[in-house]
C-alpha cells in the first residue's frame, strides 16, 4: 500500500448533495477527499428515506473500489487507508423520523450520523430561518436532541433560525455543528450565522463548516478564492481555528427540479407565488475555483496565501471534523 496515501493530512467536506455517479466518485478519489457528509433526506417520510439507504448501498456494492459506508472516525481512517472516500449520511429534516423519536436510534443504527432539526420552515422540534418567528426549541425537540446525544447523532442547525440554534446549543449536552454556513457578517442573509452563534459554538466545542454554495458566498458565484480564505481567516482571528471546517453545500451536476424540491417541499403548491423563496428557483454557478471535488486543492493553497500556517490548514481541511467526529459518534 502506497504509505503516502495514509500520511497525508485528512480531507473532509461535511455536506454536499451530488446528483452521485461513478465520475462524482472519480473525482473525489482525484481530490484525494477521505470523507463526505452526504445528504440522504430531505422532506422524505420514513419509507422514501430507507429507500434512499438502499440505493445508496447499491451504490457501495457497484463503486466499492472508490466509496465506502462510514459511521465511525476509524471507518474514515480505513476508507483512506484502502484509497477511497468514506461517506457519512445525514438528514436536512427530521421528516424521516416523522413524530417518533425511537426511529432516531433505527436511523443511527443504520448509519445516519447528522440531523438538521428543520430545513428552513417550523418543523416538530424547531423554527427554520425562513420563518417570521422564530420559536426556538420545541418540546419535541429537546427530547429528540436528547435522543440523539445518547446515540450519537450531530445535531445540525445549518437551515435553522437564530434562536432554535442557539437554544440547540444550550440544551445538547454533546457539541452541535453547524456543517454547512458562512459569517452573516460577511455576506448578510439570514441563512448565514450571527456573531452570536459563531461565539456559541466556540465556546462548547461545536463546528461550523464553511460553506461554497453562491448564494452564502459574498458576490454570489463570482466570490473570489482570496475573499473567501480572507473571510476564514477574519473568524479564525476571532474565534480560533479548532472549530473551523468545509462544509460546501456542493450540488454538483443536480438538475434545476432539484433544488425546486428542497425548496417547495411538499407544501407549496403555487409554484409561481411572487416573492417567495422558491419560485423559479435553479441552481447558481459555482465560483470558478470549486466546481467539483478536484477543486479542494484551491482551497487549501488560498488558505495558505492569506497566512494560515500547514498544521492549521490541515486542520481546517479535515483534521478538526476528524477530531469532532471521534467524540460525536465514535472513534
Request: charged share 25%; aromatic share 10%.
Amino acid at each position: 500500500m502506497d504509505s503516502k496515501s495514509i500520511d497525508r493530512p485528512y480531507l473532509v467536506d461535511c455536506l454536499q448533495y451530488a446528483n452521485w455517479s461513478e465520475t462524482i466518485f472519480a473525482e473525489m478519489r482525484e481530490g484525494g477527499v477521505d470523507a463526505v457528509h452526504a445528504t440522504i433526506a430531505y422532506h422524505e417520510n420514513f419509507r422514501e428515506t430507507v429507500r434512499n439507504i438502499c440505493e445508496w448501498n447499491r451504490l457501495f456494492r457497484t463503486y466499492g473500489d472508490m466509496i465506502v459506508h462510514a459511521k465511525t472516525a476509524r471507518d474514515i481512517a480505513f476508507a483512506r487507508e484502502s484509497e477511497r472516500t468514506a461517506i457519512l449520511f445525514g438528514f436536512q429534516n427530521p421528516a424521516p423520523i416523522g413524530e417518533e423519536i425511537e426511529l432516531i436510534e433505527l436511523f443511527c443504527g443504520l448509519g445516519v450520523r447528522f440531523m438538521q432539526l428543520t430545513y428552513n420552515n417550523q418543523s416538530l422540534l424547531a423554527s427554520g430561518y425562513l420563518e417570521t418567528t422564530d420559536s426556538g426549541i420545541t418540546r419535541m425537540g429537546r427530547e429528540a436532541i436528547a435522543e440523539m446525544n445518547r446515540v450519537g447523532m450531530v445535531v445540525d442547525m445549518s437551515h435553522s433560525g437564530e434562536l432554535s440554534t442557539l437554544q440547540a446549543i444550550e440544551v445538547s449536552n454533546r457539541p452541535i455543528a453547524v456543517t454547512h454556513a458562512n459569517p452573516a457578517s460577511w455576506r448578510p442573509t439570514p441563512r448565514n450565522k450571527s456573531d452570536r452563534v459563531f461565539s456559541a459554538l466556540s465556546e462548547t466545542g461545536g463546528m461550523i463548516g464553511f460553506s461554497i454554495y453562491p448564494n452564502h458566498l459574498k458576490d454570489g458565484s463570482n466570490c473570489a478564492l482570496d475573499e473567501f480564505c480572507r473571510m476564514v481567516a477574519g473568524i479564525a482571528d476571532k474565534y480560533g481555528v479548532d472549530m473551523l471546517g468545509l462544509g460546501t453545500d456542493l450540488c454538483q451536476d443536480q438538475p434545476d427540479e432539484v433544488v425546486n424540491w428542497m425548496r417547495r417541499g411538499r407544501w407549496m403548491r403555487d409554484e409561481s407565488a411572487g416573492g417567495s423563496p422558491a419560485a423559479k428557483a435553479a441552481f447558481p454557478r459555482q465560483p470558478d475555483w470549486f466546481a467539483s471535488n478536484r477543486d479542494f486543492r484551491n482551497i487549501a493553497a488560498g488558505l495558505r496565501s492569506v497566512g494560515f500556517s500547514k498544521a492549521n490548514v490541515d486542520a481546517i481541511m479535515g483534521g478538526n471534523w476528524m477530531k469532532f467526529f471521534k467524540s460525536a459518534f465514535g472513534e
